[in-house]
């Protein structure tokens, strides 16, 4: 069963344009929502994360909208750069047991073109 | 603040043999996680140990195990290797505090097995 569903699989967009990525989630138990890039070669790091007592958290050209009746919530990356390319994952943990784990969605191949 | 350490990057095996990884989490982070990351499956969690007890474990079989040290460093270790195993596997260090569940990467260690 798979917990956090993310699309597109992939995405090209220009530069300079906005790229979106979505995911729902099914576990009404999750309560921190990460995003995570990860170039060729590298481990996973963390962009931004958000958790259901916002609708929305910014961090520079990135922004999380999180829709908590819906079961959803998204990355903008605003002003895409060719270095914004990457592979993106969005992942969902329930912090409030002692059971902690991140439940990733599939990942979301990002190409940026110049 | 050194990141998390993981070694070694590259591992070849043969099918049949054992394997353990290591990894050094971030200093003062006293959970530490292991994924598995492949093409088709992504990323799936495998276990987690915190203050030296595996408090949470995925669904792989029990040729893969782990174990952590009273300095929170950590070791996994899969038996009888198979050809499905060759994987990225990843290791992931959190402070675990009130409110903080932020999970932090290392690079990485690719085991393929042959």
């Known amino acids: 069963q798979q917990q956090v569903k993310q699309s597109p699989q992939s995405l090209i967009v220009q530069k300079g344009g906005i790229s979106i990525i979505n995911c729902a989630y099914e576990?009404?138990?999750?309560?921190?929502f990460p995003w995570y890039q990860q170039f060729p070669g590298k481990g996973p790091a963390l962009l931004i994360a958000i958790r259901p007592d916002v609708s929305e958290k910014k961090e520079g050209r990135f922004t999380i909208s999180f829709n908590k009746s819906a079961k959803q919530f998204s990355l903008h990356i605003m002003d895409s750069q060719p270095g914004d390319s990457a592979t993106y994952f969005c992942?969902?943990?329930?912090?409030?047991?002692?059971?902690?784990?991140?439940?990733f969605g599939k990942g979301t191949l990002l190409t940026v073109n110049p | 603040k050194a990141g998390v350490t993981q070694t070694p990057r590259y591992l070849i095996k043969t099918r049949g043999q054992q394997v353990t990884l290591s990894c050094s989490p971030i200093?003062?982070?006293?959970?530490v996680s292991w994924y598995q990351q492949t093409p088709g499956q992504g990323l799936q969690f495998l276990f987690e140990y915190f203050s030296e007890t595996q408090r949470n474990k995925g669904n792989f079989p029990g040729r893969f195990s782990g174990r952590q040290f009273s300095n929170s460093r950590s070791e996994m270790n899969v038996s009888t290797l198979e050809l499905g195993d060759s994987a990225l596997y990843l290791c992931?260090?959190?402070?675990?505090?009130?409110?903080?569940?932020?999970?932090?990467f290392g690079q990485g260690t690719r085991l393929t097995v042959v």
């Open positions: 576990n009404t138990a999750f309560d921190y």
């Open positions: 992931a260090s959190s402070p675990i505090t009130a409110g903080n569940t932020e999970a932090f």
């Open positions: 992942a969902a943990s329930d912090s409030g047991g002692s059971n902690y784990k991140l439940t």
């Open positions: 200093s003062g982070h006293r959970s």
